[in-house]
């Protein structure tokens, strides 16, 4: 006599086989909108990115979390709302931006007398932001990343008076790419989102091929 | 010093224009004259896909030898063992992320966001271990999960808790599962991750709540064996209802049950299911009741559990950050704070007007209207399933582990006095 228990459940474990075989064919080949690339991060739903040559499609299928610096507001969040401690997050200096000011609105407290180095001229908590003469009436900063928080003062500072050079980024030697990124759920300005991790910057001045093509499109 | 001058009137003429921060260079690169080689910025590279793959084929390594040992083997040593080894893997080593409870939110949220992308890792994660328990039972529970390792390495006082405690509390994860499919699906959060109690233990490193959260779970885990994975995790109800219909399963006796009753005490889950001989066979006339009143709860739990969720759909959606924003700019109070919140000094440079905002809002406040009538429905409809299953008295001569419940942990094994399969021996 055949088991009915037994053979209903074949049934139904077949189908169960069959919906999650059709869930996942549906997940890797879903296909999304249209759309020439404009380089605007939508490789996954992107329906020529089967042929697309572009490094960044080859890569699309990982993602890392990024931070957009022209979205932040530097609200200092980034600084103590990751996992780890000190944040991932840190300022980041693309020196192709930078203006080599002598008064510089991310190294100085705003009010500063005298430009020297003292520390209580300095807005970095952490003296983390590094001034050196370079030539008259020019100075490099650098950032010592091993005592930046990324509180994104110096962000702040030389986003309001200078280039915009000091830009906070998800540095992805520290970041451990949580599921969900817990500075990206307090995020104020929806600055965070995944990025293929083939192009992980969101770096801007830099000429990379993003801001060149972004700059062609518009 | 007049280029000092001429650096401060620039100041102010530019800092009247400050909104657009990367539109301009204020400050021209200088042309250095002393030789200054400008330093490049580095980007450093994430971790290699290559490390992903790998994590891909130890989940499916470690899914195969543990199956291996709790099907054949038998062996509650190989069981523990390979639990430790996942601990340090998936656990320590990869710092729990990605991992098979979380991500139900990623797979919720490819489904519902045609602009996520989902990485192939994430739906390997998400399919293996079903398809796996599909075919062998809960052993991803057994020695894979890092989650159910430490929970079971501190499982030194099970206490049986009852068959009605178990139920009650065994509602919670049906629940948690409907509430994060919701917020992913909206968009909003992936709270299996935000609650999540151990990944600070794996990475040492935790906010306070976090750790006494995991502190709470691991010290009642003395008692109350496993309490994530029994009365939380949302992905063992997956995995629950999968592996009632699993092809294989562990057993108690490798032969024939003797009655012995050696075992009845030795499951910390309180996953084994005792004989029923008693009051079967039950009349025909108390059959038919419970089947009248079964087939009458359910769609009115069902109701009463949307009708709920319509109810709460605006405090659940109140977390969402599109809804809090169009609250917070509504709100009369926001504007007599002294300090603006970062959210609408965002929102301000953003650009966007307040009838985007409220517009944004009121779509997500739809889309959370359908979703609590489907999250309440789901948890009537669950709530409605277990207790028609407490009503029905499934005849059963055996001590057998429970399909749905057992974590094929291998300890009932070692209690059983049958060894060898003896009838097969002598005939």
């Known amino acids: 006599m055949p088991d009915r228990r037994e053979f209903l459940n074949t049934l139904i474990r077949g189908s169960i086989l069959a919906g999650l075989g059709l869930l996942s064919g549906a997940l890797i080949f879903r296909t999304g909108k249209e759309g020439d690339c404009g380089f605007d991060f939508t490789c996954g739903s992107c329906s020529k990115s089967k042929d697309c040559k572009l490094p960044r499609a080859l890569e699309s299928r990982q993602m890392v979390w990024q931070l957009d610096p022209s979205k932040c507001i530097q609200c200092g969040r980034c600084a103590t709302n990751c996992v780890l401690t000190p944040s991932a997050v840190k300022c980041v200096h693309v020196y192709a931006m930078c203006g080599y000011c002598d008064l510089c609105g991310g190294y100085f407290k705003p009010g500063t007398k005298t430009l020297n180095t003292a520390a209580e001229n300095q807005l970095c908590p952490t003296n983390a932001l590094k001034r050196k003469f370079v030539e008259d009436p020019f100075f490099e900063y650098t950032i010592d990343e091993l005592l930046c928080i990324g509180c994104g003062k110096c962000v702040k500072g ?17 970041c451990v790419n949580c599921n969900q990124c817990s500075i990206a759920r307090n995020c104020p300005s929806g600055a965070f989102s995944r990025v293929p991790a083939g192009n992980p910057s969101l770096l801007k001045g830099m000429g990379t091929e993003t801001e060149t093509g972004k700059l062609k499109s518009s | ?180 499919v919701l917020y992913a699906a909206t968009g909003t959060d992936f709270i299996i991750c935000r609650y999540d109690p151990f990944v600070g233990i794996f990475r040492f490193n935790a906010s306070f709540s976090m750790f006494v959260f995991a502190g709470i779970l691991l010290l009642s885990g003395i008692f109350i064996a496993r309490p994530y994975c029994r009365f939380l995790c949302p992905y063992g109800v997956l995995l629950n209802w999968v592996s009632r219909f699993s092809r294989r399963h562990i057993t108690i006796t490798p032969a024939e049950c003797i009655q012995c009753r050696l075992c009845e005490d030795s499951c910390p889950y309180d996953a084994i299911d005792f ?153």
Not at chain 2, 151 to 160: E, G, L, T, W
Not at chain 2, 302 to 325: D, F, M, P, S, Y
């Open chain 1, 158 to 174: 030389c986003g309001a008076f200078g280039n915009g050079s000091l830009q906070l980024q998800v540095r992805h030697d520290r």
């Open chain 2, 1 to 180: 010093m007049s280029k000092q001058k001429l650096v401060i009137i620039l100041l102010l003429l530019l800092t009247v224009q400050a909104t657009s921060v990367f539109a301009v260079q204020r400050f021209p690169k200088p042309e250095f004259e002393t030789g200054y080689i400008q330093p490049e910025t580095q980007v450093p590279s994430p971790r290699t896909e290559i490390l992903a793959v790998m994590d891909v084929v130890v989940l499916l390594l470690s899914l195969s030898v543990i199956s291996w040992i709790v099907l054949k083997k038998r062996s509650r040593n190989g069981v523990f063992l390979m639990s430790v080894f996942s601990l340090i893997y998936f656990g320590f080593y990869r710092e729990g992320c990605i991992c098979a409870i979380g991500s139900i939110q990623n797979i919720t949220l490819a489904l519902f966001d045609y602009n996520y992308i989902l990485p192939l890792t994430v739906i390997a994660f998400f399919i293996i271990p079903l398809v796996f328990t599909l075919f062998f039972g809960r052993t991803f529970c057994a020695g894979v999960c890092p989650f159910g390792a430490m929970q079971d390495m501190v499982a030194f006082r099970p206490q049986k808790l009852g068959s009605r405690l178990n139920a009650i509390l065994g509602m919670v994860p049906y629940i948690y599962l409907g509430l994060a």
């Open chain 2, 275 to 427: 004989p029923v001989t008693s009051r079967n066979p039950e009349s025909r006339q108390v059959m038919v009741r419970k089947l009248m009143l079964i087939c009458t709860l359910i769609p009115f739990l069902i109701v009463a559990g949307g009708w709920t969720g319509i109810r709460l759909h605006e405090t659940l959606a109140g977390v969402n950050g599109k809804v809090k924003l169009a609250r917070q700019l509504l709100d009369p109070a926001t504007l007599r704070i002294q300090s603006e919140p970062f959210e609408i000094t965002a929102y301000k440079s953003s650009g966007k007007s307040q009838m985007q905002v409220n517009e944004e809002a009121s779509v997500m406040l739809k889309r959370f209207y359908t979703g609590g009538w489907i999250l309440g429905g789901f948890i009537g409809l669950m709530f409605g399933v277990v207790i028609a299953g407490r009503m029905l008295n499934i005849w059963r001569t055996d001590y057998v582990p429970n399909k749905g419940t057992c974590l094929s942990c291998t300890r009932c094994v070692d209690y059983c006095p049958v060894k060898s399969d003896l009838s097969k021996v002598n005939t």
